[in-house]
């Protein structure tokens, strides 16, 4: 076991925005103790045109909703952190239910929509924060189509030390959406492929704010690297900025648009330890 994850779990985790979107996600699908019924067979994009036609770029929206659950192996790494490790993560589309393991330990977690919980983790950060970190950065393009979401018009910025000019659009959310309606996402697109090349976004979960603190500072993810699965274009590589610094990276392997969802994983074990923290 790497004495390294639980560090780099709690600094990815603090400033990362993931389980708080899923709690948006869980708001536009019915609570996961139901399913919700499956896609319709073609769905109409909202949003500027530069969104659909950053959808398009990375596949459409149609073929993302067909797939029944998104599963992957992800690595977080931290500079200045000992060592790294991998989870393998499974989220059932309609539901955004999840479960996930540690390769080679006894550490899970578990979600199932109304409640989170965990198996030997070693970490202080809630888990319900956690169930759904990396799966909203991977599946973001797709994300800006959820019920909630509201879209600005499009701007125009530069990107760090990055000549090109990207087109940009804010991605809100209508209050009462989710857990955390203060959330935001700033998309960068690039106006020549389209594709989403980076996000600026504060983190508002309430557990993991300090005193008197509503939200955490801005931080900036840039995606490295994009992998073709069933013709969808996902993230394979992304790396975080806290002002000039890197403050995280994380690489995803493994992509699976087919691997079946285990029900079974959605009844909580003898001895595992539920998150009450407060989102």
């Known amino acids: 076991m790497s004495h ?3 560090r780099i779990a709690l600094a990815v985790s603090i400033l990362v925005l993931a389980a708080g979107c899923g709690k948006k996600d869980a708001e536009q699908a019915p609570p996961h103790a139901e399913t919700a019924p499956p896609a319709p067979a073609h769905v109409e994009l909202h949003g500027p045109e530069i969104i659909q036609e950053m959808i398009a770029a990375h596949g459409g929206l149609d073929a993302w909703r067909a797939a029944p659950a998104v599963s992957f192996t992800d690595q977080w790494g931290a ?18 239910r999840a479960y996930i393991d540690i390769p080679e330990t006894d550490m ?3 979600w199932d ?42 701007e125009t910025r530069m990107l760090r030390d ?10 809100t959310f209508e209050p009462g959406t989710g857990d955390t309606p203060n959330d935001y996402y700033r998309l960068y697109i690039d106006p020549e492929t389209k594709m989403l090349k980076a996000t600026d976004y504060v983190v508002t979960y309430r557990a993991l704010m300090g ?4 939200a955490s500072p801005e ?7 994009y992998t073709t699965v069933d013709g969808l ?43 009450t923290s407060t989102p």
């Open 233 to 275: 274009k996902i993230p394979a590589h992304f790396t975080i900025y806290e002002g000039d610094k890197t403050y995280a990276t994380c690489s995803v392997r493994g992509i699976s648009l087919s691997e079946p969802f285990d029900e079974s994983r959605m009844k909580m074990p003898a001895g595992a330890v539920v998150d």
């Open 113 to 154: 929509g109304e409640k989170a919980w965990s198996m030997n983790w070693p970490s202080q950060t809630p888990v319900r924060f956690l169930a759904l970190l990396t799966y909203y950065f991977v599946d973001l393009p797709w994300l800006t189509q959820d019920p909630g979401v509201d879209l600005s018009e499009p």
């Open 211 to 214: 005193e008197g603190e509503i």
């Open 219 to 225: 931080h900036c993810l840039v995606y490295d690297d």
């Open 162 to 171: 990055d000549p090109t000019e990207y087109v940009t659009v804010l991605m």
């Open 108 to 110: 899970s977690i578990g």
């Open 79 to 96: 500079p200045g952190s000992p060592g790294s490790r991998r989870s393998h993560v499974v989220v059932e589309q309609t539901s955004r």
């Open 4 to 6: 390294g994850f639980p």
